[in-house]
Structure formats: structure tokens, C-alpha cells
């Protein structure tokens, strides 16, 4: 232990949507509590901060995507990046959650000490002891995006670029412009791309499923104008939680039905432009990945005006000119955009401890989505897979304030969940997406059954999460 270090009864690890919100909700609820929010690069923001590829906008709507406690003003629901950045940086001075911010700290190690009940955090610029640790720095590397070996990449004359490294100053003004990728980066990229460039071709191994949404919803645009904005919010929001969720359970239980509802609904977009049963009909049903949106047709729109066109092939090499198919044909191109998706990254890549012993991620069980068998003092807030991110992270922030209160009550140190019996176990993302598979065997697993069992439903969990006991057979306190 590091008797010069600074302490803080509770660090928070990361700046973004989620780490700014649940310093709202630790100062709101748990006043007395000093902390210090540590963030490895120098800006607000997270995600909303790191991209900067034309068009970067949510996948969620902003009334579950936006904070419980701070209503979203915007017209458009399905809000691009830079006002996501402003609405999290708006919160951030609202609160003077920007006075807690220590930038420029990388967090490299955390160890646990059972003797001191105190985490000692260590960055690449400063040491902190602390209490309680909550890591919010999402679930991806910040510093790359997945890219396969592509065969040939040396020979291509143009410009490559993955979405997450985007050049700003990148021209791409009547340009040949191949995106490879089916995700919700590429669904966004290529229509945005398509107003500036000569053509842009989303080449795809496998189709996405994808889904038409107006960017602004008009309900909740015409909520605000006659009441008052945090209650027109509130009605917005469970609005979207509820369909959504119904939506997303009406998919598990008629996989069929819904595949077949969601190629409709493009080909009713596109007509005779495109070949559907080819370019959007993937080989899993609907929720085994996450759905892209299309707000307002912009996609569809960019097909049928002959702006944009899909290609489902697998990729042979890269030429000089562009890339060849396993067909045979060859596709020309003067920048090549790698939408290829994430690396997924347990605690931002940070070593970790616990009384001396390293703690090796798979080999943990995740309890109620959020913190660790064995594993004292520390909760990880990440979103759900079927549903706005912020919606699980707002309630996972509530449980930690409970679990603050309840130790103040009982004048304990120390809670954890214990992991009493042997447990069947399972990926603890159940999904098939690349991102997914490639890491499941460095991520926490979870369980079969309660509590060790991660829903993916916000309302089961708004119950459990702030009404259940917390002195269950699993979560210790000492």
C-alpha cells in the first residue's frame, strides 16, 4: 500500500456516457462520499469523443440512450454524435462532475488489499487508494478496432481506414469508396459517405438484419410542447423501453414471423433495386446480433438512388485498384473503410488483484451484470445488448448506492458476492456477432440462474435492482 498516495472513498474509471452519469448518481445519493473520476485521454465524452467517421450517431433512441435524471430537448431521437457529446458534457458542468476529472490517467493496475480494505489504483501518471472502484470504461480497446488479415493489403494504392482511427481530413469528395462491414457502422457510413462520393459499396461477408425508424419521434416531440419536459421525458421513455422490450421478446418467441416482418419492411423500401433474399437476409434470426437502424430510409435511400449498392462475397485479396471476390469479380476503389467491428476489453485492458493473487477475467462470475464473485468492492457497469446502454448503467449505479448505504449501516468495509455451489456456466454476451465469439474467452462468464444470471430485460431488473434485499445467500459484508 502506497501511504502517499491520494484517497478517495470511491474512484470512478472513465469520462463517457456512463462514468459521468454515475458520478451524478453518487454525488445525488451519496453526498458524504469523496471521489475522483480517471480518464486516459484528455476529453469528456468516451465513445462520443473517440469517433469521428462521418455520420456517427446513435443506434438507440435518446430517450433510453440519455440519462434518467436529465431529460433530452432534442428534436431528433436517433441524435447524431456531437450532440450526444454535448448532452453528456452539459451534465458534467450542470453538476460540476468536470471538477472531479482527472485526465490523462490510464489506468494500468488495481490491487486490492483485504488487511487496508482499500484498492490501490495506479495510472501512468499517479497512484490513488480508494475504497470502492467503478470501472466505466466501456467494453472495447480504445486504442484499435478489429481488422482480419486481409490477404494483399500491401498491394492496394489507395487510403485504408478503420472507423475508429478516422482521419478528419480525409477527402473523400467523389471518390470510389468501398466499406466492408454489415454493422451498425457501416449501415451508418455508407449513406453519409454516398452524398460526398463518387459511389460507395458496403461489401459484406454476411447480411444484418436492419430496420427503418424517423429520426425524430413525434410523440414525444409533441409531449414536450404541452407538459412539462421531465414529465413528457418520463412518458417518452417508458413508451421505448416498453416496445422495445416487447418488440425484442415477440422476436425470441417468433424468430420466423419476424425475419420474414423485417425483409418486408426493406424490400418496401428498396422495391426491385436491390435483391433482398441476398443482401438482407442473414442466416440467424432476428436478436442473435444486435439490429441496425436506419433512420428516416437514409440507407435505402442512398440504394435506390444509385449513390450506394450492397455486395455479399467473401473477400479474396486486395488488389492494387481495389478488391477481388471469391466470385471472381473485382470491385475498384480509391479508399477502402474497414468497418470490421471492436476488440472487446475487460477493464480497459487494466491488470488486476486481488490480496497479492492476479485475477484472470474468464475465470470470473459476473453477478447481477455488474460485479464479480469474489472480486470485493468493485462494480462494472456496462449496458444491455437488446436495449439502450445507459438504461442498465442507471440502474446498476442505483444498486451501488444501496450497497454504499447498507455498508454505512452495518459499519462494514467490504462487500462481495460469494460464489457458494458450483455453478453451470455460460458466455456471458449471448450473441454470435465476430466481436463476441473472438473474446469469449478473455471476458467474466455468467451463470444459468439468479443472481448469477444477466437478464436482458430493464424491467425485471428495475425491480430486482432497487427493491431486492441486499442481504441475500450471496453478497458478504465484512
Known amino acids: 500500500m502506497d501511504s502517499s498516495a491520494t484517497y478517495f472513498d470511491v474512484i470512478i474509471i472513465g469520462a463517457g456516457l ?4 454515475a458520478a451524478h448518481h453518487l454525488q445525488e445519493k451519496c453526498p458524504d462520499k469523496s471521489y475522483a473520476i480517471l480518464e486516459a485521454r484528455n476529453a469528456i465524452g468516451g465513445t462520443w469523443d473517440l469517433f469521428k467517421y462521418p455520420g456517427i450517431r446513435s443506434d438507440s433512441d435518446m430517450y433510453t440512450l440519455g440519462y434518467s435524471f436529465k431529460p433530452w430537448k432534442e428534436t431528433k431521437a436517433i441524435a447524431d454524435g456531437p450532440a450526444i457529446l454535448n448532452y453528456i458534457r452539459e451534465t458534467a458542468e450542470e453538476g460540476s462532475i468536470n471538477q472531479h476529472i482527472r485526465f490523462n490517467h490510464k489506468v494500468k493496475k488495481i490491487s486490492w488489499s483485504g488487511e487496508e480494505a482499500r484498492w490501490t489504483v495506479s495510472t501512468n501518471t499517479a497512484v490513488y487508494t480508494c475504497n470502492f472502484i467503478v470501472s466505466c470504461c466501456g467494453y472495447y480497446n480504445y486504442d484499435e478496432g478489429y481488422t482480419p488479415d486481409f490477404a494483399g493489403v500491401a498491394d492496394f494504392k489507395g487510403t485504408i481506414v478503420h472507423p475508429q482511427k478516422w482521419d478528419t481530413n480525409l477527402n473523400y469528395d467523389n471518390k470510389k469508396i468501398i466499406v466492408i462491414g454489415s454493422g451498425a457502422t457501416a449501415v451508418t457510413l455508407v449513406p453519409e459517405l454516398a ?7 458496403m461489401l459484406q461477408r ?9 429520426a425524430e419521434d413525434k410523440i414525444a416531440n409533441g409531449l414536450r410542447k404541452i407538459l412539462p419536459s421531465k414529465i413528457a421525458y418520463s412518458i417518452a421513455r417508458w413508451k421505448n423501453i416498453t416496445t422495445g422490450l416487447a418488440f425484442y421478446n415477440a422476436c425470441k418467441k417468433w424468430p420466423n414471423f419476424f425475419k420474414k416482418l423485417l425483409m418486408k419492411g426493406v424490400k418496401k423500401e428498396v422495391g426491385d433495386d436491390v435483391d433482398v433474399n441476398t443482401h438482407f437476409n442473414p442466416p440467424y434470426n432476428p436478436w442473435m446480433q444486435r439490429l441496425c437502424l436506419v433512420p428516416d430510409n437514409d440507407l435505402f435511400e442512398s440504394l435506390k438512388a444509385g449513390k450506394a449498392n ?10 492494387e485498384k481495389g478488391i477481388k471476390l471469391a466470385s471472381g469479380d473485382e470491385l475498384d476503389a480509391d479508399i477502402i473503410v474497414t468497418a470490421t467491428g471492436l476488440k472487446l476489453l475487460f477493464l480497459g485492458g487494466a491488470e488486476m488483484e486481488v490480496n497479492g493473487n492476479k485475477i ?3 475465470d470470473l462470475l459476473c453477478y447481477r451484470g455488474m460485479m464479480f464473485n469474489n472480486v470485493p468492492n468493485l462494480v462494472v457497469l456496462v449496458g444491455y445488448t437488446n436495449a439502450s446502454w445507459t438504461l442498465k448503467c442507471d440502474l446498476s449505479c442505483e444498486y451501488f448506492c444501496r450497497l454504499l448505504h447498507q455498508m454505512d449501516k452495518t459499519n462494514t468495509a467490504v462487500c462481495y458476492p460469494k460464489l457458494n455451489e458450483k455453478l453451470e456456466t455460460e458466455p456471458l454476451i449471448d450473441f454470435n456477432s465476430g466481436y463476441v465469439l473472438r473474446a469469449l ?16 430485460n430493464y424491467i425485471f431488473d428495475m425491480f430486482n435492482f432497487r427493491y431486492s434485499s441486499l442481504n441475500d445467500d450471496v453478497m458478504t459484508f465484512k
Open 206 to 214: 454476411s447480411p444484418s438484419y436492419v430496420l427503418s425508424q424517423p
Open 441 to 456: 474467452n478473455e471476458i467474466p462468464k455468467q451463470g444459468k440462474k439468479r443472481p448469477w444470471k444477466v437478464f436482458q
Open 18 to 21: 456512463s462514468g459521468i452519469g
Open 310 to 319: 450492397v455486395v455479399t462475397d467473401h473477400i479474396e485479396t486486395f488488389t
Open 360 to 362: 484472470n477475467p474468464p
Open 195 to 201: 452524398k460526398k462520393a463518387a459511389h460507395v459499396t
